[in-house]
């Protein structure tokens, strides 16, 4: 079953919800590579925007702190010493963006203000190391065929054996971090059905399980 539900009330339902990192709410984007985790992160931002009083929230992406293929998901330290562990304590954090084509981390400092709300996305954001201080989890979801002609598109094909050397990595944390099962919402990356994609997103909802009957003695 899916549902077509307003980024504006989502954006809502984050400002009403607890700050759960210093004072900052945190919005983990979670998923696969070429899912449409950033399009979803940008439109969330820009419904927070909209709101009466809002200000645009910070957007950290984790490819940003990446060191490379090889740190797929091992950049978490990074990611906690310069922007979560400042946050918490109330202070502005900061890090510095991996260059992809340079194959070394820019020198610039870029600035992680104390804001009512952060968005974190990228692969394992919502891992969990951090769902105690999440005010909400999101996963966003597509078709494995979809999401490797996607990373291709844009990233070249030169790069096939590491996407798929990627994917495996991302399965494999998916599956022991039980993601899924944890975050608070699941959106559909790849919507057949029509809807405004700027202002409306598809959710996917599971089902629960079906219920055993346990026997009695």
């Given amino acids: 079953m899916v549902l077509v539900e307003a980024y ?3 954006a809502r339902r984050v400002l009403a ?3 759960r990192l210093g004072r900052t709410r945190l919005v983990a984007v979670d998923g696969p590579s070429g899912a449409g985790k950033s399009a979803f ?12 009083g809002g200000g645009r929230p910070p957007v ?3 490819d940003d702190l990446l060191d490379g ?28 963006r991996y260059s ?9 400092e870029v600035p992680v203000p104390v804001a009512p ?8 954001a919502a891992r969990a190391a951090i769902r105690p201080e999440l005010t909400l989890s999101v996963q966003v979801t597509a078709p494995a065929g979809l999401r490797l002609r996607r990373a291709l598109d844009r990233d070249g094909p030169q790069l096939l054996p590491e996407l798929r050397r990627w994917h495996a990595g991302e399965e494999a944390h998916f599956a022991a971090d039980r993601t899924a099962t944890a ?8 919507p057949t059905l029509p809807h405004d994609r700027d202002r409306y997103y598809v959710r996917r909802r599971v089902p629960p399980p079906a219920q055993v009957p346990v026997p009695v003695p």
């Fill in 183 to 190: 975050v608070d919402l699941v959106v559909d990356g790849a």
């Fill in 41 to 52: 992160t940008a439109r969330l931002a820009d419904a927070l925007a909209a709101l009466p």
């Fill in 8 to 10: 504006a009330t989502l």
């Fill in 117 to 124: 709300v952060l968005l974190l996305e990228g692969v394992s």
């Fill in 69 to 96: 293929w090889d740190d797929q998901l091992t950049f978490w330290t990074r990611l906690e010493e310069r922007v979560l562990a400042p946050l918490r304590a109330g202070r502005a954090g900061s890090y510095r």
């Fill in 60 to 62: 950290v992406h984790t």
């Fill in 100 to 108: 992809w084509v340079r194959r070394e981390f820019l020198p610039r």
């Fill in 17 to 19: 919800g607890p700050a």
